[in-house]
């Protein structure tokens, strides 16, 4: 009774000073004193870059977003086909991360976590029904500069050839594929940010690489 | 015969296992490695357009400035928890301290009177109950106890014990539409 007794009262309190700010609330806002003596956060490791994140210094999780933007945007448009809709799950990605850092305890690297929750978020997306994009400047991976404009097109149609028949495959046969493939994660990886065994992620990218030749035999046909 | 199992396949087209033997008398577990290598290759070519240089810092804002808003929301909703949510709780447990501060007065005081309010003179023969106003001036939480009291009667007194057994925080929270209380148990479930 006095315990709880004292919590409410004390929340009464903290209600009237107006001081239930938490550092989370803090974590972009620059209104936390300069410590003339912290290390630069473009030094710090992975795992105190995650502390600065919590402890609501200011740019740290700016930082992080700026590391891993590109990859989480290429795999929610690996999942979703489009500009548009890989730009708002990415944004969703980080949203979910901002809010749930107090769970990462560095069992894996920030770059798993962020693909685990990508994965989740684009196979639980039901608003992904806008056609895929073309290109938007071309600049694609291929050496683009001895290539000729029809030799170009076609490898974008083949390209976009591939990626439709990926998005046709089981999600969990999808999700594995685009992993090893286009993200360079080893079994093992993969089965840490599926919540699998390595056996069975080989087992996935197994039936996945055989129904995508499926797939694109007969589109071809 | 046996064949050559499905993990082993996918590191022999990947490159990271050695051939077996069988594969040159076995035309089926052959034609299944064809397959898997066809389309890797096939898989690797199929790029995804790269966005503009520009669109990686409007990415970021739009990150930065959602989780602001989502900080933003957070606040309001703690806010709501307080006052919707605490209020009550509060003034169940005021409730609590003023009814004993009641009766202990009423049990010293002369027959037949009966106390408008809760005064603390009243209770010097509790002090742990209800402390002196001294006591009072050392104690911010005992300053906000004695200014709400100060805003109550008794009847008022009597409502908040009889709403404080029957349990303040749950009828705050029916209190709170559906939407409301969705929100509350998502931040509840955050802020543990
Ligand atoms: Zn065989």
Known sequence: ?????????????????GSW????????????????????????????LVGACLAGRPGA???????????????????????????????????????????????????????????????????AKRPPSLPLDGRDRADVSREN???????????????????????????????????EMSHQEIAGALDSTAGAVKANFFHALANLKKLLDKDRA | MRHVSADRLV?????????????????????????????LSAAAAADVPE????????????VHDAANAADGRRARWRELIVWRVTRPALAGALAVIFAAAFWTARALAPTG????????????????????????????????????????????????????QQGGVDEAFAALTDVERRQAHALLEELQ
């Open chain 1, 1 to 17: 009774m006095s315990s709880s007794l004292a919590w409410t009262l004390r929340a009464g309190l903290s209600e009237r000073a």
């Open chain 1, 21 to 48: 700010e938490s550092a989370a609330n803090r974590r972009f806002s620059g209104d936390r004193p300069a410590m003339a003596a912290e290390t630069p956060l473009d030094e710090l490791s992975e795992p105190a």
């Open chain 1, 61 to 127: 999780f700016d930082l992080v977003v700026a590391r891993h933007r590109r990859n989480v945007y290429l795999l929610c448009y690996r999942f979703l086909g489009n500009h548009e809709d890989a730009s708002d799950h990415t944004q969703e990605v980080f949203l979910r991360a901002y809010r749930g850092l107090r769970a990462f305890r560095g069992q894996s690297t920030l770059a798993t976590w962020f693909y685990r929750i990508g994965v989740n978020v684009c196979l639980n997306s039901v608003a």
């Open chain 1, 149 to 183: 404009a029809s030799d170009r097109l076609l490898r974008c149609e083949r390209a976009a050839q591939v990626r439709a028949a990926i998005a046709r495959l089981p999600r969990r046969q999808r999700a594995v594929l685009i992993l090893r493939m286009y993200h």
């Open chain 2, 11 to 39: 590191d022999i087209a990947e490159g990271a296992g050695v051939e077996p033997p069988h594969l040159r008398e076995c035309a089926r577990c052959r034609r299944q490695l064809d397959e898997l290598r066809a389309a």
């Open chain 2, 51 to 62: 966005p503009s240089p520009a669109f990686w810092e409007h990415l970021s804002a739009r």
């Open chain 2, 113 to 164: 009177a009966r106390p408008a309010a809760p005064a603390p003179a009243a209770a010097g023969a509790s002090r742990t109950a209800v402390p002196s106003p001294d006591d009072q001036a050392a104690d911010p939480m005992l300053d906000l106890v004695a200014e709400l009291a100060a805003q109550m009667d008794w009847e008022s007194v009597s409502q908040m014990a009889v709403g404080a």
